[in-house]
């Protein structure tokens, strides 16, 4: 279990380095979305056309967060469940994206878009929104704002907290843990 | 017959929901200490020390806990002997739902079944919610609330077992609705059981027995039993909190059954309701 901290974006030298249970702090920008802005996004890319933000070298982060009060950049914004990003990941994941932030399993597309063009899939603590708030230091809407809480936001972090769950060689953090814990 | 004003059951609510989605109930922190003591994997230890912490700044900035401040739910008991001026309760309930949600800066998650859309300029902020009224002798109205994410509901389960199937029949689906649930819902977890009536009972059972406070004992004693082994077996599951690996898995296991135990001579109905570390439930008696 190795502890490291990066910035975005992630270059293939990156991520290849990380082994599922790595803790890592990232900081630099990030972007938000969540199915609904996954569907559009992916949209965009079959159709050709021009996306949102770059998406080579991008972390996306999976969240809804809660209104910011005034003042405030972001709401609580802990991770939503992934798999409900699962039908959209390999496409963009083919297309540059390099690191996804959320909570709960992937399916077995998605850890092998991770291998084959070596992405990493990130656990944050789910429920632990009010913390990770910290960490978000500015937030901007970057598309779809009629999505509310689904909106593709564009966010500057600073030593985000992340466990490795799944990493470029096919390691799944939640499969191993729960291994070597299970008493029978 | 006593009266109780509309108003003031709008505000009581408005504030209910503010304070319990930005401060961890006592007795939630006190099992994520206790959990937080016990762990042994580190990984693990290291999620529970960031939800204490969590908590501690929600309760300081009065910001949410957990950015999913749910469904609101309500179990209400109505007296027999006390009536509502100046509007009706349920109406009440709603105008306090949508207050306590819009004002405190929480997130509106009610939307569309089918278009996904929000429902937030349509039904009202965060509206409709989720009641269940009971009348009872009295002149009170007793509020239970919880704000349930959709993490740990989309993973709760209900069937209807054989009678054969007996409590070993239980104990199996539980274990198998928690094991396959895993990292999804959030652990570590509050696990709600419901057991007889009828199919759609045991589910309202399920979701009612989360609102017991963690440490207080079933008072069936059998049940009691049965609560401490089923924590101890899920336990052994080893998935520990966020489903990193641990052995700290399930906070309390609470079970309901109806009136006593009751259930149809065919049927052994059971619903396990899931419940995320995120328990956010305050009572109100008006
Ligand atoms: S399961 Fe609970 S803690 Fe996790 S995101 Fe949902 S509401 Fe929050």
Redesign the pocket.
């Known amino acids: 279990m190795a502890e490291y901290r990066l910035k975005t974006p992630l270059s293939n030298e990156d991520v290849e380095k990380l082994k599922s249970g790595d803790i890592v702090y990232l900081s630099g920008t990030m972007y938000t979305a969540r199915d609904a802005a996954h569907k559009r996004l992916v949209d965009l890319i079959l159709n050709g056309e021009e996306l949102p933000f770059e998406l080579e070298g991008a972390v996306i982060y999976y969240v809804g967060p809660t209104p910011p009060k005034p003042g405030e950049p972001i709401g609580s914004a802990?991770p939503?469940t992934s798999y409900r990003m699962d039908p959209y990941a390999p496409i963009l994941i083919e297309h540059g994206l390099k690191g996804m932030i959320g909570?709960g399993k992937r399916n077995q597309d998605v850890k092998d878009a991770c291998v084959k063009y070596k992405a990493v899939y990130f656990g944050a603590t789910?429920?632990a929104a009010a913390l990770i708030a910290k960490a978000i230091k500015k937030a901007e809407v970057i598309a779809y704002p009629e999505l509310g809480p689904e909106a593709v936001r564009r966010i500057e972090v600073e030593d985000f907290p992340v466990v490795v769950v799944n990493d470029t060689f096919g390691n799944d953090l939640y499969d191993e843990g729960r291994k070597l814990w299970e008493k029978k | 017959m006593r009266t109780v004003k509309y108003e003031d059951i709008v505000k009581s609510i408005r504030d209910m929901i503010i304070f319990s989605t930005t401060h961890l109930a006592p007795d939630m922190k006190k099992a994520l200490e206790e959990a937080y003591e016990n762990e042994k994997s580190e990984v693990s230890q290291a999620v529970l020390a960031q939800l204490l912490e969590n908590a501690k700044i929600a309760e300081e900035e009065w910001k949410p806990l957990?950015q999913?401040t749910?469904l609101a739910i309500y179990f209400v008991k109505v007296g027999t002997d006390v009536k509502v001026e100046g509007g009706s309760l349920k109406e009440a309930i709603y105008e306090g739902t949508a207050k306590g949600y819009e004002e405190g800066y929480l997130r509106a998650s009610t939307c569309d079944c089918f278009t996904r859309a929000n429902l937030k300029d349509k039904a009202g902020y965060n509206l409709p919610p989720i009641i269940y009224f009971d009348l009872v002798e009295g002149d009170k109205i007793e509020i239970e609330y919880a704000a349930k994410?959709?993490?740990?509901e989309n993973v709760s389960r209900a069937t209807v077992l054989a009678p054969a199937a007996g409590k070993e029949g239980i104990k199996e689906f539980v274990k198998k609705v928690v094991s396959d649930a895993g990292p999804n819902?959030?652990p570590p977890l509050v696990v709600g059981v419901g057991i007889g009536g009828s199919f759609d009972m045991s589910a309202v059972m399920s979701k009612h027995a989360l609102f017991r406070n963690i440490g207080t004992p079933n008072p069936d004693p059998e049940l009691n039993e049965l609560e401490k082994e089923l924590k101890d077996e899920l336990n052994k599951l080893g998935i520990g909190a966020m489903g990193m690996g641990g052995t700290e898995t399930v906070l309390a296991v609470h079970i309901e059954t109806y009136e006593n135990r009751m259930c149809h001579i065919a049927s052994l109905p059971v619903a396990v309701n899931i419940q995320?570390?995120?328990s956010r439930h305050a009572h109100i008696t008006i």
């Open positions: 802990g939503t909570k789910g429920g | 957990c999913d749910g994410g959709g993490g740990s819902p959030c995320c570390h995120s």
